[in-house]
């Protein structure tokens, strides 16, 4: 290729036209230019878009080539143009999607596999990997007590009646529970703060270890359709995150069955349960699917308590949450998160 030819620039992203024309440019590869990005690069032939790719906080995407100059080195110079940002803003993992028959694109290029769905591939490199983080979660819930074990993943945002009486069923029905808890700070309650009323919730329980989820785990890099409202690759993303756990996590930490509550009211979290229901028992795993905990005829839910808070019905609260929440919430401590939560309506 004549590189003398190729001109690489950086995308205004608050650029209406040079926006209009990446996402014009990758409709051609059934590829969508939604969310925030972060960094966005172009490489043109002339006046002529030929290459682009994206990054979005450890996640390089969007990676498109024009089939004519494809296998001409011009992949490399997109991954390495992106990696290089990310590195300049002090990330150092990075993970890639592309589509299975893409996928040995950028093994030559020095990243792993980290599992395979359907229509979508998931790779890594950089430090940090799959395996490092089985083996750091692993040591979570080496003190548990020998025998069967079950795994919970909660976001619990923030943790309710309705949590903490699935996961004690779980206790009950096995040996050891590992509650995998999303790390992604997306929620108006800040992992650090989920983190905590998960364990004092569950403090009475010896067979229970408390995980953070990391990035393997419903995170925006596995599971970014949790996060945002497009709707496009949902079922994708359900059933990459669901082979993780299937294929790398629940066989390193013991996992035999895993309970997940029923979703009356968030279809992607639904559409999550019916992805595990499919491809958990084909990797030897059970699904225990179980009712929601209800208060007066109505299901327990975090999004229940979220609206509760900006009603200021704290009497209600109060019927919803175990003591260790509802101390957190009447807190000075929680002002800030209380706040948030009355000045916005997400979902999560």
């Known amino acids: 290729m004549e590189w003398s030819n190729i001109e690489k620039r950086v995308v205004n992203l608050k650029n209406a036209a040079e926006v209009a024309e990446i996402r014009s440019f990758l409709e051609g590869f059934e590829l969508s230019f939604e969310g925030e990005m972060d960094y966005t690069l172009a490489f043109y032939r002339g006046e002529v878009l030929v290459a682009t790719g994206s990054l979005q906080g450890e996640v390089l995407r969007n990676i498109a080539v024009d089939e004519t100059l494809q296998g001409e080195g011009l992949t490399s110079q997109v991954v390495s143009g992106l990696m290089s940002e990310a590195a300049r803003r002090g990330r150092y993992h990075y993970f890639l999607y592309t589509k299975p028959d893409k996928a040995h694109l950028f093994t030559a290029l020095g990243f792993q596999l980290v599992a395979q769905a359907d229509y979508a591939a998931l790779l890594e490199t950089g430090l ?54 999303v790390s992604e700070d997306k929620s108006l309650f800040p992992f650090d703060v989920r983190l905590k009323l998960i364990k004092e919730g569950l403090a009475g329980y ?62 992607v979290t639904n559409a999550y349960n019916q992805a595990l229901q499919e491809i958990l028992p084909a990797n030897g795993i059970a699904v225990k699917v179980m009712p929601r905990l209800a208060v007066a005829g109505e299901a327990v839910s975090a999004s229940r308590v979220r609206e509760l808070i900006r009603q200021g019905d704290w009497e209600s ?32």
């Open 128 to 181: 940090g990997s799959i395996n490092s983080y089985c083996r750091e979660s692993a040591k979570y819930a080496a003190h548990l007590p020998a025998g069967p074990r079950a795994a919970l993943v909660v976001n619990c945002n923030p943790f309710t009646l309705g949590h903490q009486a699935v996961i004690a069923k779980a206790a009950r029905e096995n040996a050891a529970v590992i509650v995998l808890v």
């Open 206 to 267: 010896s067979n229970i270890a408390v995980v953070p989820g990391g990035k393997y785990i419903v995170s925006a890099a596995t599971f970014p359709g949790y996060f945002t409202k497009g709707q496009q690759t949902v079922a994708a993303q359900t059933r990459l995150d669901a082979t993780i756990f299937a294929s790398r996590i629940a066989p390193e930490l013991g996992i035999a069955v895993r309970y997940v509550g029923d979703e009356p009211y968030c279809p």
């Open 317 to 348: 609260i109060r019927l919803l949450v175990p003591d260790s929440t509802y101390r957190y919430l009447v807190s000075p401590e929680a002002a800030a998160v209380l706040a948030n939560i009355r000045q916005n309506n997400t979902r999560h």
